[in-house]
């Protein structure tokens, strides 16, 4: 393992003493207008109002089109489930490949048709909130139309789908998602009404907002962000007074695989801030995945890889190595399924495994042991290791990968 570069506060209040200085002083603010101006307003001014317009209308002029001649529209969208349509960037993460594979979606074909009629109709929902300026959350659009779309879920594949196929992030066509992360630390911030969000609570966590791209005049001393797997162990370490114990910092969870505003925060976070990132996640198949979906997206969303992905995050724990090097006791590890057998030798497949050979170590080392454990299994060592000993001394010395 190459020498791991350490993470004492000193040293790196000594990196960064001018942005520490400037955080401790009253211009503390640090605002989308400077000089680490994120993706979130780029995306914005690239899709005006009048581009998402003409790009709607020019898929009803091809439907109308195909009407007049007495023939069956279809619709073509990328395929955003196959592998075959993504190329690997380390600088970016998944990204969809160009030209890519795409599906067909026919009105004329039982199989599709209702898929084709809940395309068109989020079309005209996104076009009129569009024109008029104004939001709906999914959960909105399913209660508006819920004999067409029968469930929630089918709302959010189309809108993901018509995002992918118009080529604008879900963000500018004015639909909304409800969030299911929670932030927490040394944190203030203004929603785009002009709410002021405070997360500096030690017993009480903050939604993740369901508009990232409005939020401006985002102000923090934090020295790092952690982002923590499950939503049971941020409200452990919440409880424990992690971010004061460890300086000023900011935690957030996703509650396992998380939704695309959590990871929007982390991303617009790390664009802002410039501090490093840290995941928390458990030693398990699963676990490797979430942190994957952080660093490097997903096939699904690799359309917007650019404005999601954190490619600088570090992998802090639990490593597979850590419970072996603290002596785990073997009753708090949990033997692999079959299922987390093939999630594993799935991941190792993954393009860029191949550029983390430490990952690779560390995968390896789970699939030759067998067994996984989760982030509490830490509690057989003692019932605050991980928040009094394990995480404090990872970060000060440099145990991440």
């Known amino acids: 393992m190459p020498k791991l570069v350490s993470f004492g506060y ?9 942005r520490i200085a400037v955080c401790k002083s009253r211009s503390s603010n640090i605002t989308d207008g400077d000089a680490t101006t994120s993706n979130f307003v780029r995306d914005l001014k690239l899709h005006k109002e009048g581009e998402i317009l003409e790009r709607i209308e020019k898929v009803i002029l091809q439907i109308v089109s195909s009407l007049s001649k007495d023939e069956a529209p279809v619709l073509v969208l990328p395929n955003r489930s196959s592998w075959d349509n993504i190329r690997f960037d380390s600088a970016i993460g998944l990204q969809m490949s160009s030209p890519c594979l795409v599906t067909t979606i026919r009105s004329s074909c039982p199989t599709t048709a209702t898929r084709f009629a809940q395309i068109v109709r989020i079309l005209s929902v996104i076009y009129t909130l569009v024109q008029s300026n104004s939001y709906a959350t999914k959960r909105e659009i399913f209660y508006q139309h819920s004999q067409l ?7 959010d594949r189309i809108v993901d789908d018509v995002s992918c196929m118009l080529e604008v992030p879900r963000r500018s066509l004015r639909v909304l998602a409800t969030s299911k992360g929670l932030i927490s630390g040394d944190l203030c911030y203004l929603e785009e009404d002009g709410t002021r969000i405070d997360c500096h609570s030690n017993s009480a966590a903050v939604a993740v907002s369901s508009n990232i791209a409005g939020i401006r005049n985002i102000v923090s001393c934090a020295k790092f962000i952690l982002v923590v797997e499950k939503d049971a162990t941020f409200q452990g370490l919440l409880q424990d007074d992690l971010c004061t114990k460890l300086s000023p910092c900011i935690m957030i969870t996703g509650k396992g695989f998380p939704d695309v505003n959590s990871r929007l925060m982390v991303r617009k976070l790390v664009d802002v801030l410039r501090v490093p990132t840290f995941i928390l996640v458990d030693a398990d198949p699963h676990g490797i995945e979430i942190m ?10 690799s359309y917007e890889a650019r404005s999601l992905t954190i490619p600088s995050v570090m992998w802090l724990g639990i490593l597979p190595s850590d419970l072996h090097r603290l002596q785990v006791p073997r009753d ?5 399924t079959k299922t987390d057998q093939q999630k594993l030798n799935s991941l190792l497949k993954r393009p860029y495994v191949a550029q983390q050979p430490e990952w690779l170590k560390e995968m390896e080392l789970m699939q030759k042991s067998k067994y996984k454990a989760e982030i509490q299994s830490l509690a057989a060592i003692g019932p605050d290791f991980l928040s009094s000993i394990y995480l404090p001394n990872k970060l000060r010395y440099g145990g991440w990968v």
Request: with cysteine; proline share 3%.
């Open 292 to 301: 994957c979906i952080y660093k490097y997206g997903s096939v699904a969303m």
């Open 149 to 155: 779309f029968g469930s929630q879920r089918s709302v």
């Open 10 to 18: 000193k040293n790196y209040d000594l990196v960064n003493k001018k």
């Open 332 to 336: 708090a590890l949990i033997p692999l």
